[in-house]
């Protein structure tokens, strides 16, 4: 099984327990993956460390995905970051309004493991980081 951690994951969602659930899925690959609790929160850690993929909730205070995700695309230096939206949103419009923005992936809530590592992977593939393992 190939070493994943050297891909760094930037999980942003306002629940504990669903950053908790989400690291779980996804811990047997060995990510680096760092939390954020607010999309204020998400900005200063994108700017501390540039991960390799975001994934994103949309409903959380002080800021939400939307805003982080449009402040994402407009910065030249992150703009091409890879993001997956992980919400409870699940009508037409809020995904179209995710895609338009710039999300790269959505997923709803609830989370299927198989579709957040399948997305995952895809997602670290087309930017040219990941890694054509089946396994993962």
Request: net charge negative.
């Amino acid at each position: 099984m190939t070493d994943f951690s050297k891909y760094s994951l930037l999980m942003v969602d306002d629940v504990p327990l669903n950053l908790l659930v989400v690291t779980k899925m996804l811990s047997r690959f060995n990510f680096r993956i760092r939390t954020a609790a607010n999309g204020i929160e998400a900005l200063q850690k994108v700017a501390e460390e540039k991960p390799d993929l975001i994934l994103l909730d949309i409903l959380m205070p002080q800021m939400d995905g939307f805003e982080v995700l449009r402040r994402l695309r407009s910065d030249p230096a992150t703009a091409d970051l890879r993001v997956v939206i992980l919400s409870a949103l699940n009508t037409t419009e809020d995904i179209v309004k995710g895609f338009n923005l710039g999300a790269n992936d959505f997923i709803t809530k609830p989370i299927i493991m198989e579709k957040l590592i399948s997305s995952v992977s895809d997602q670290l593939r087309l930017s040219g980081k990941g890694t054509s393992d089946p396994s993962l």
